[in-house]
């Protein structure tokens, strides 16, 4: 019952912020983010995949040994009785899990969901703690390369409908990088803490990630400065590159994680790819702000006003009707509005029509029918008003 | 990097389950949450309401103290250093709280989100500790009852569009509660935990709730069976009441809540309702399980198939050239599948048409349309396939 919230009882004070590294969406904020999703989503199923859902928190032990050293960047809930459980950490997890769960061993299906990370964040340029993934996967005995080549070809699309600008996607193989270790003198048992070191190279200098690998990480400075070589060849790959706004997309085969959860330890191959909206949201959203588009953040085809007092009952009448015919509608909740009140509201949130009852055209049978943007009126019989509401206001 | 994640070190075995109280949606059941989804937004967007988002968890601060004593059903986040966080228990205090922080006075809006309580679950009649809520909620000064009356005309609408059968709306106001109360003989200092003891009748028998108020929260036997014949009356207004699958949706004023969050303690007056859909989802599953109708996951409209071998590449071709025509469609992941086996996948996914590449076909600039309800066939040049596979496949 939500008329227990309001007591007036104990004004407390808070800080009013959300949690670090999160954020509210404004109405114009979900309006873009609505568009993203929107091509992201038509993308996935013109692939044909189905789509899932899983809660946003696993029990501990189904993230435990699957994250390296990020585990420490997993949201852990507080131990208050019962199982012990984490947020997600992306979405892969959670659907081989679910796979294992239903013995299920063929399907393709995409994931759109927000995670978790208790990452330093960086808002301004698309990295929170809280943020969506877009997930695409196929899992299933294939014949080889065959999905895969149909993730990448998912991830171009989405990128060009997005019309985001040049983009580069990089193919890479885990036992390429095996082999340079090899040849570098990485030990075996070296091999993933260092991968991961050699991963922030999207984020820090080489000269950092070296000495992470050699101080935090124990690794000889010959070897590293061996790694160093082959990854100053990498650079010497990408000048001229255009500035970048970073990754906004990943992927990979990830053939052994389902086998992790089966008790048996049957596997079920796997493959996808992330999209990860943040960065493309930020980009989109500085453009919007630079282009002053304006936005609408409803879909409101005609507002009903009055232009005389004591007409709150046939404003309520007619958009009632309306409403029951499908148009989409509002009514100012004042007793006896101004119309030019009325006529403000719909400039302000580009409410295209307005339809004005008045005392007469109820007598006669019409309703005035105002088109903000010329000032037209015309009179237009009552029966015939959601017609005319649709014709007017249906996309070309 | 996803390739990190599929190592085969370490096969720890686990227990393969969501969290009490929690649960998957498979593509099915999705599918069935897309429609219920889909009459909710319509409604919230035919009333002109915009949308925003808020994250998943707030400032412990947040929540505290606006509860009562369902505080205890919070679920907090394990201190790991930094701010203490708990999941959001509804979505009402995030909107106060988003008002207050942006200095909002006036919006009508709707969010679409999961909850999270600590609750005693009951799921198979819809009861999770992770349920959506479906909110619509107007804030601002207005004239008395519009936006309250707008608030009923949506449950109606909605409750009405899911064609869930006869619904009953109860309306109150908490100041009858609260003289009912004060006749009765309930002290001021208990009104609101005796409130709260009143809400649960809807789930337990007066005696149980009887016997909460008499010995856990100290109220005098006398004043207990005084309620009591208030609620007896209560009891018999609903004699014939048909079965009942409990309440979908609550909602009411909160004009004091706003102030909470405001450092000078500005009131905003905000009405709302919530729809929840899991009970709605339960009995919609019911139906559709009963019926045994058949439930696409997919709107996949073509299969691209081979009839001969080695054309592996050209369905490749084929499948991208729909891809970028815009045309929903699948092709099966290897290299020489028999004709067979993709007609089968067809049926039992639904796919309405079957391309078919075949040698003699390619090289006379055409490929095969099978229909895969009647089995006709019909070579169409390739040019206007994409046309062709529109028409047959667009809704009537």
Redesign the interface.
Known sequence: ????????E???????????G??????KQ?AI?ERVFDAIITCF???????????????K??L?????EDSKLI??????G??L?S?RYDL??PFA??L???KITN?K?YHIA?V?R?DNPAMTRGRYR?FYQCDFD?A?Q??PM??D??CL?IVH?ILSDLQLGDFLIKVND?RILDGMFAVCGVPDSKF?TI??SV?KLDKMPWEEVRSEMVGEKGLSPEAADRIGDYVQLHENDHVGEPVSVGSVA????????V???D?K?RKVP?V?V?IGIERIFSILEQRVEASEEKIR????QVLVASAQKKL?EER?KLV?EL?DA??????L???NPKLLNQLQYCEETGIPLVAIVGEQELKDGVIKLRVVATREEVNIRRESLVEEIRMRTSRP
Chains 1, 2 share one sequence.
């Open positions: 019952m939500k008329a227990q919230l309001g007591g007036d104990g004004k407390h004070k808070f800080v009013l912020k959300t949690p670090k999160t954020r509210d969406y404004s109405p979900m983010r199923k013109r692939h044909g995949a189905e789509v899932i859902d899983t809660p946003v928190f696993e029990l032990e189904t435990t040994g699957k994250y390296g949201y852990d809930l507080k131990d208050q019962g199982e459980l947020l892969t997890v899990r679910y294992a769960m239903n399907i299906r927000k978790y208790r809280e196929i299933g294939f014949d065959i999905p080549a149909e070809k699309e885990r993933r991968c991961s991963d990943g992927g990979g085969r990830y053939d052994g994680l086998g992790m959860f008790p330890g796997c996808g992330s953040t409803t879909e409101t709150l309520l009632a409403w499908g148009i989409k509608a509002e009514v909740y004042k007793k």
